[in-house]
Nanobody
Framework: QVQLVESGGGSVQPGGSLRLSCAFS????????MGWYCQAPGKQRELVAG???????NYADTVKGRFTISRDKAKNTVYLQMNSLKPEDTAVYYC?????????WGQGTQVTVSS
């Protein structure tokens, strides 16, 4: 069984930075594709950034050049470095792990960008 625990959310002013972490507990972290999703009030959950087991990354157009996803296989952890934050980045951010037909979600961490 896989469990994902996010941390690092909080409140920040526009232009600020946050780093989210997702701790993966379970077996075979290195072969899972990992991703960060966000869900704002009244909106659907959407992909922010993903990283494959081989380290290939992809980003939503809205965050390209501002956010960076990375993974540390020694620590079973995925990170999302968020820079130049904007009010429209405000959302609950969820970590996702995928392997074939398997999908796991964390409980989410709130990010609020406001002056």
């Amino acid at each position: 069984q896989v469990q994902l625990v996010e941390s690092g959310g909080g409140s920040v002013q526009p232009g600020g930075s946050l780093r989210l972490s997702c701790a993966f507990s379970g077996r075979l972290f290195s072969i899972y594709n990992m991703g960060w999703y966000c869900q704002a009030p009244g909106k659907q959950r959407e992909l922010v950034a993903g990283i494959t087991s081989g380290g290939r990354t992809n980003y939503a157009d809205t965050v390209k050049g501002r956010f960076t996803i990375s993974r540390d296989k020694a620590k079973n952890t995925v990170y999302l470095q968020m820079n130049s934050l904007k009010p429209e980045d405000t959302a609950v951010y969820y970590c996702n792990a995928g392997l074939g037909g398997l999908r796991y979600w964390g409980q989410g961490t709130q990010v609020t960008v406001s002056s």
